[in-house]
């Protein structure tokens, strides 16, 4: 089976640091992605991650670990506009995406 | 603007019709992809598309079908519509097959079926 967890909601202040973890269990396994979609809008890429270890990109970085089906993105200093659902997917070996349920973060003054 | 169209924004039908939904890649992406995302869930991965072959089909109900066309554009169609198809329809492209393609999602299509 197919099985990908993301905690549904979380807040955090702006200026301050969070991590979304994202845990998986599929089929395959060729990579895994985060997306960030604001609501009705759609999902736009910010990372993906096929070895172990942390990639990072301006304030955002993804770390992942296969051997435990692990992954995280981390988000540093919080802005307003942050706020949003962040969708980590694992690419099953090109089958298809498998998009967990999304996280959605909330950043208050 | 991730360069992925499509058309129309916004739909509103009856249960019982049939509707179409049109999807223009990137400029040079062979893959597409087709979603659909529920407010009380995910996206969930309906059709891929490479080159005008199906290539990959996840949970697409048998009342709807695809097609991508020579010039690589994409329709989704959607017959026998119930309540329960209302839901936001996004297209995405690749460049590749997939395994490992970074897929680039186009702005949705908002379906509404009373």
């Known amino acids: 089976g197919q099985n990908i967890d993301q905690p549904t909601e979380m807040t955090a202040t702006e200026g301050a640091i969070v991590q979304i973890n994202c845990t998986y269990q599929t089929s395959g396994f060729n990579g895994l992605f985060w997306y960030q979609q604001h609501a009705g809008e759609a999902p736009t890429f910010l990372s993906y991650?096929?070895?172990?270890g942390l990639e990072e990109k301006g304030r955002f970085s993804s770390f992942l670990s296969r051997s435990k089906g692990y992954s995280y993105l981390l988000l540093k200093e919080l802005q307003m506009k942050d706020s949003a659902s962040y969708l980590c997917?694992?690419?099953?070996?090109?089958?298809?995406?498998?998009f967990g349920p999304g996280t959605r973060l909330s950043v208050l003054p | 603007d991730s360069g992925v169209t499509q058309t129309p924004k916004h739909l509103i039908t009856a249960t019982g019709q049939r509707v179409t939904l049109r999807c223009s890649p990137r400029?040079?992406?062979?893959?597409v992809y087709w979603y659909q995302q529920s407010l009380d869930q995910g996206l969930q991965f309906l059709i891929q598309?490479?080159?005008?072959?199906?290539?990959a089909k996840g949970n697409i109900l048998e009342r709807f079908s695809a097609q991508q066309f020579p010039d690589l554009h994409s329709e989704l169609n959607l017959s026998s519509l119930e309540l329960g198809d209302s839901a936001l329809y996004f297209c995405?492209?690749?460049?590749?097959?997939?395994?490992?393609?970074?897929?680039?999602f186009g702005p949705g299509t908002r379906l509404t079926v009373l």
């Open positions: 598309y490479y080159n005008g072959e199906e290539r």
């Open positions: 991650n096929v070895l172990d």
């Open positions: 995405a492209s690749s460049v590749g097959r997939g395994g490992g393609d970074t897929q680039y």
């Open positions: 997917a694992v690419d099953n070996y090109g089958q298809n995406f498998v």
């Open positions: 400029s040079g992406d062979l893959s």
